[in-house]
C-alpha cells in the first residue's frame, strides 16, 4: 500500500541542524508520544539465520585477550551494560602481509576507553538484509560466480573468532542474491602452502562450463604463493566440495618483489591466441604494479613482459580487477570480451589507506598493457567506487543476466573490543550493477541489483516539500531503521542567481559536516536519527558557485554525531558528483541498522557508512528532512519504503540430493 503526501506545508522547526561532534554523556531522549507508523520488528530477533560448517577448527595459537573473551548473550542479560574498561588497540595482518585488518581510527591510540554499551545496543547493529555469517570475523569478497542456477559467494573468514585470523574460506548460495543458504566451508588451511591462510582469489568459467579456482595461500613460512583448486564434484549446483590441485603452487613470486607482496590473482579472460590471461597484485619499492601471467591449463603460468600496469607512489595493490565496459549497451560484458566498443576498468584497493581506486581506459592485448583515458585519474590517483567504508571488492559476470555484478567487504567502525562481545565483525556492501556512464563516459554507474527490491513493503510517497533555509521537516513514516530510500531535489533559481561566485572548493571529509552553512547547502535527509536530534547522520548535498559561473555539488555523508558513543569512528565522507545539465539532484539510500550505502545521481557517486547510534534505534529511529543552507529553499519529492529481512539459512546435507 502508497501513502501519498502531496502537501508542502508540513511542520518544521526553522532552526539549523543542531549539535557539536559528540565526545560526552548523553542528553536526556525525548520521551515524547511517539507518531503512528509501522513498526518494523528487527535485530537479531527478525533474523533466522544460522551458519552450518563441517567440523574445521583451525589451531588457534593467539593469545589475546579477545580470543578469551568471546561471550554469547542471553535474552535476560540486553540491558546488561558491558563495563568500561581500557584496551590497548592491535594491529593485525600487516605482519603476515596484508592490509591492516583492525580499525584504524585507533591507530595510534592506547588505553582506549569503551562506551558502556548493553546487549540490546549491540543486538540491534546487525544487518537484515545485507550479508553476513552468523558468527566471527569476515572480510574479502572472494571468487563469486553464478553457475547452474545459483550465485555462489565466498569470502575470508575467521571460524575462531570476532578478530582477522586463522583465515579460511566461507561460503553461501543464494538464487536471488538476496537470500542465502550458508555452506559448509569452502577451503580451509591444510597444506604447507596455505597453512597460514587461505587468501583471495577468482573464479573463472571455461567455454566448456569448467570452473577453476585460483587463490592466494600463505605457506608455513608466510611466503604469498597461487593455487588452484576446483569443484569435487561439478555435477553439483552447491559446489560443497572442492579439491586442491596436488602439485600447487602454481606460481611463486617473482625476484623482484617481496615474498609478502604477491597476492589475489584476478578472474582470467581468454587472449586473441587462446591462452588465458590473470594479473597479480603487487610493489616495487613504493610503486603500485600489476604483474601479467598467461596459462593454457592453469596449471604452468608463463610471465608476461612488463606490467598491466604501473603507478608511482601509490604503495602495494590488493584485489586486482580487470574487466571490460560496453560503450554502447546497458548491460555487463563477460571479462574475454575486447572489440569494438568496448572500454576497460581497471581496479586496485590501495593497502596503505584502505580505498578501492579505478581508472577506465584502453586495453593493448598484445603487450598487455592498460592506459587510462585520463591520466589525472589513473589507478590508484583518481575515481574511488565509494568513498566511504568499502575496500576489497570484486566484480562478476552473471551469464544469466548479463550483467557485471560488484561484491565489497564492509568493515567494522568500532572497537574491537565491542566485536569481540557482540561475536561478529563486519558485512558485505549490497550487490550493485556497474555499467559505463554513457552520459558523461568518464565514470560508472553503481546501482543496489533489482532483487534488492523484492524485500519493499509499505511505501510512503511525499511529493514537492518545501524546505526552506534553516528548516528540518520530520517524515511520518514510523520506525527508520529498514528502509530503502528515492529522493530528488530541486532549488530555488533565485538563489542560484544571486548567490556570488568563489575560488573556494568544499571538501566532503575537512568540512563541518552537515552543521557548516552556506549558500546552497548543505540538504538532503537526516537518517537513523532520533526525535531530539541527540544522534543523526545526515546524507547530503553540498553546492558551490564557481569563478566561471558554474555549479560544483558534493555529496556526502556525515558521521559525526550519528552516535554518543566515543569509542566509534565519526568521520565525514564523500566527493565531487557530477550534475549535467537540466539534471535534477537524485539520491538513492538503502539503511540498514549499522549501514548505510548512498547513491548519487544515479550511482555517480557512492558513499557507505558504518554508524553505531545507542538512542536512535529500534522503534525510535526516525527519519527527516533537512535544509541547512542560508539562502536556497529545497523542493524534495521522495518514496521511503520499508524492507522485509531477508532469509539466511543454515545447510543440511540431504540438500545435495
Known amino acids: 500500500m502508497t501513502q501519498t503526501d502531496n502537501s508542502n506545508d508540513i511542520d518544521c522547526s526553522y532552526v539549523p541542524v543542531p549539535g557539536e561532534p559528540h565526545t560526552v554523556e548523553a542528553p536526556a531522549e525525548s520521551r515524547g508520544k511517539l507518531k503512528a507508523g509501522i513498526v518494523i520488528f528487527c535485530g537479531l530477533l527478525s533474523l533466522a539465520s544460522l551458519v552450518a560448517y563441517t567440523g574445521y577448527i583451525a589451531p588457534n595459537n593467539k593469545s589475546d585477550e579477545l580470543y578469551s573473551t568471546l561471550k554469547s548473550h542471553s535474552n535476560e542479560d540486553k540491558y546488561k551494560t558491558i563495563p568500561f574498561r581500557k584496551w590497548e588497540p592491535v594491529s593485525r595482518g600487516v605482519s603476515v602481509g596484508v592490509s591492516e585488518k583492525s580499525n584504524r581510527m585507533f591507530k595510534t591510540k592506547t588505553n582506549v576507553r569503551t562506551y558502556p554499551w548493553n546487549n540490546h545496543m549491540l543486538s540491534w547493529q546487525r544487518t537484515a538484509f545485507h550479508f553476513q555469517p552468523k558468527h566471527n570475523w569476515m572480510n574479502d569478497p572472494n571468487g563469486p560466480l ?63 562450463g569448467e570452473l577453476v579456482m585460483l587463490y592466494t595461500g600463505a605457506t608455513n613460512e608466510s611466503i604469498q604463493v597461487q593455487n588452484l583448486a576446483y569443484p569435487a564434484n561439478t555435477s553439483d549446483p552447491l559446489l560443497v566440495n572442492w579439491t586442491k590441485y596436488s602439485e600447487n603452487p602454481v606460481l611463486f613470486p617473482p625476484p623482484e618483489v617481496n615474498f ?133 571488492s570484486k566484480t562478476f559476470y552473471d551469464q544469466s543476466k548479463k550483467r557485471r555484478v560488484l561484491w565489497s567487504w564492509v568493515a567494522e567502525s568500532d572497537s574491537e573490543y565491542v566485536d569481540v562481545e557482540k561475536g561478529w565483525a563486519s558485512l558485505m556492501g549490497i ?86 552553512r552556506g549558500a546552497l547547502g548543505p540538504f538532503g535527509l537526516l537518517v537513523l536519527a532520533n526525535d531530539n536530534l541527540s544522534e543523526k547522520t545526515p546524507i547530503y548535498f553540498y553546492i558551490v558557485k564557481g569563478r566561471d559561473g558554474n555549479l560544483k555539488t558534493s555529496f556526502c555523508s556525515d558521521q559525526s554525531r550519528s552516535s554518543l558513543a566515543t569509542d566509534v569512528s565519526k568521520k565525514i565522507f564523500g566527493s565531487l558528483v557530477p550534475v549535467l545539465q537540466d539534471e535534477k539532484l537524485s539520491l538513492r539510500i538503502l539503511v540498514d541498522h549499522s549501514i548505510i550505502e548512498s547513491f548519487a545521481q544515479g550511482g555517480r557517486t557512492c558513499v557507505t557508512s558504518r554508524v553505531y ?39 543440511h546435507y540431504d540438500q545435495m540430493s
Open 431 to 516: 550487490p550493485r550493477t556497474l555499467v559505463l556512464d554513457k552520459k558523461t563516459g568518464s565514470n560508472l554507474l553503481q546501482w543496489p541489483v533489482k532483487e534488492v527490491e523484492s524485500l519493499r513493503t509499505k511505501s510512503h510517497k511525499f511529493e514537492n516539500l518545501q524546505v526552506k533555509p534553516g528548516s528540518i521537516v520530520s517524515l511520518d513514516i514510523g520506525t527508520a531503521t529498514q528502509l530503502d530510500i528515492l529522493a530528488e531535489f530541486n532549488i530555488d533559481e533565485k538563489a542560484i542567481n544571486k548567490t556570488r561566485e568563489t575560488n573556494v572548493e568544499y571538501n566532503c571529509e575537512t568540512s563541518d559536516g552537515a552543521r557548516a
Open 146 to 208: 553464478y553457475y547452474k542456477g545459483r550465485y555462489h559467494f565466498f569470502y575470508q573468514y575467521n571460524p575462531n573468532g570476532a578478530v582477522w585470523g586463522d583465515i579460511v574460506w566461507g561460503h553461501a548460495v543464494s538464487k536471488d542474491l538476496v537470500h542465502w543458504l550458508h555452506l559448509p566451508l569452502a577451503m580451509v588451511a591444510d597444506e604447507w602452502y596455505d597453512l597460514n591462510g587461505v587468501w583471495t582469489g577468482s573464479a573463472t568459467i571455461l567455454p566448456n
Open 260 to 392: 609478502i607482496d604477491f597476492r589475489d590473482p584476478t578472474t582470467a579472460w581468454l587472449t586473441s591466441q587462446g591462452k588465458w590471461r590473470i594479473s597479480i597484485g603487487s610493489k616495487i619499492n613504493e610503486t603500485g604494479v600489476a604483474l601479467v601471467y598467461d596459462t593454457k591449463d592453469f596449471k604452468t603460468f608463463e610471465r608476461v613482459e612488463g606490467m598491466l600496469r604501473r603507478v608511482q607512489e601509490t604503495g602495494m595493490w590488493e584485489c586486482v580487477d580487470f574487466f571490460p565496459v560496453s560503450t554502447k549497451l546497458d548491460n555487463g560484458l563477460d571479462t574475454s570480451v575486447n572489440d569494438d566498443g568496448v572500454k576497460h576498468v581497471m581496479k586496485v584497493s590501495l593497502d596503505e589507506e584502505r580505498h578501492d581506486y579505478y581508472a577506465i581506459g584502453t586495453y593493448n592485448e598484445s603487450i598487455a598493457d592498460f592506459v587510462p583515458d585520463d591520466i589525472n585519474k589513473d589507478v590508484g590517483i583518481g575515481l574511488r567506487y565509494d568513498y566511504g567504508v568499502f575496500y576489497a
Open 613 to 651: 547510534p545507542t538512542k536512535a534505534i529500534y522503534r525510535k529511529a526516525r527519519l527527516f528532512l533537512f535544509n541547512n543552507a542560508t539562502e536556497a529553499t529545497v523542493y524534495a519529492s521522495l518514496e521511503v519504503w520499508h524492507m522485509k529481512s531477508a532469509s539466511k539459512k543454515p545447510f
